[in-house]
């Protein structure tokens, strides 16, 4: 987002625009060329034909364009911004529940007993950091100028990371006919009283945008999505349903206090958000054949 003196202002009645604002075009002016890769647009000289580039999936995606499309330059190349409205397939016929575990330990961990953490987030993650802490100490323009750059740069790996991750996810959850659990993440600062390093990497975190990411991607598939409070799915006993805060110990390791259950403190959290989401589900659950 731009800061808003840059935006277009109405002065004296004219309307200023910055230099390289987005510029959307309606039909009228603008066409995909079809089979050829290239767009028309009608300009102020006349109409002309220019090649673009993208991937296959996007192309497939081209034939459920809608409206305008927005002409825009990012960081020195152009793009087009192009609406697309997917018509949702069939719901599948859906088996089981995958519950999934945002958390501290692991970006997710569902309940199925897999990881998702991007093996080198961790590792990317402290490194932006120590760059952030060094050039905020700086505090010159400069260096006010490279943390800028930086911020957007670890956005962009945060986007990446998140789309890989929820990719994956959603496609474990196809295999095993699943809908997909979540928790409701207005709690997550709340329900995690953390020691200041692990405060740090939760809150860097994008959460929120997984979870749209998730939600997005299986809506295309036809998985359904359950959102399910996640009160106390971090502290309950999967052998004896004692709930207590002493049950979690670490941030890593689950310990009932009553039975002496004791497992990865994720795994145990994507248990109890998967029985939440059986519970919601309910009917809609079909059971399978033997
Ligand atoms: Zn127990």
Redesign the pocket.
């Known amino acids: 987002m731009l800061p808003s003196k840059q935006m277009a202002t109405r002065l004296e009645g004219a309307i200023q625009f910055r230099k390289h604002a987005a510029q959307p075009y309606d039909d009228r002016i603008f066409r995909f060329l079809p089979g050829a890769d290239q767009i028309s647009i009608w300009t102020l000289t006349g109409r002309i034909k220019l090649p673009f580039i993208c991937g296959d999936r996007q192309r497939s995606l081209l034939a459920y364009r809608k409206g305008e499309v927005d002409l825009m330059l990012v960081r020195g190349k152009w793009y087009l911004a192009v609406v697309c409205d997917v018509p949702a397939p069939e719901a599948i016929g859906i088996e089981d529940v995958l519950g999934v575990d945002f958390g501290v330990v692991n970006l997710a961990f569902d309940s199925g007993g897999r990881s998702y953490t991007g093996a080198d987030v961790e590792k990317v993650r402290s490194r932006f950091a120590l760059k952030r802490a060094v050039l905020q100490r700086r505090g010159t323009k400069g260096a006010k100028r490279r943390l800028k750059k930086l911020s957007g740069k670890e956005a962009r790996f945060r986007k990446h990371t998140n789309h890989v991750i929820s990719k994956e996810l959603v496609a474990s959850a196809e295999r095993s006919r699943s809908a997909i659990a979540l928790e409701d993440l207005t709690h997550i600062r709340k329900r995690t009283k953390v020691r200041k390093a692990q405060r740090n990497r939760l809150a860097g975190w994008s959460f929120n945008q997984l979870r749209q990411f998730v939600t997005y991607k299986a809506g295309l598939r036809g998985i359904p999505v359950v959102s399910i409070d996640p009160r106390d799915t971090s502290r309950a ?1 999967r ?2 349903g ?1 709930i207590d805060k002493a049950n979690r110990k670490t941030q890593h390791r689950f310990s ?1 206090v ?2 002496g ?1 004791e497992a990865a403190a994720d795994f145990v959290g994507a248990l109890n958000i998967r029985s939440k989401g059986v519970q919601a589900l309910g009917a809609a659950l079909v059971i399978s054949a033997p």
């Open positions: 006993c052998c004896c004692v009932c009553h039975c259950y």
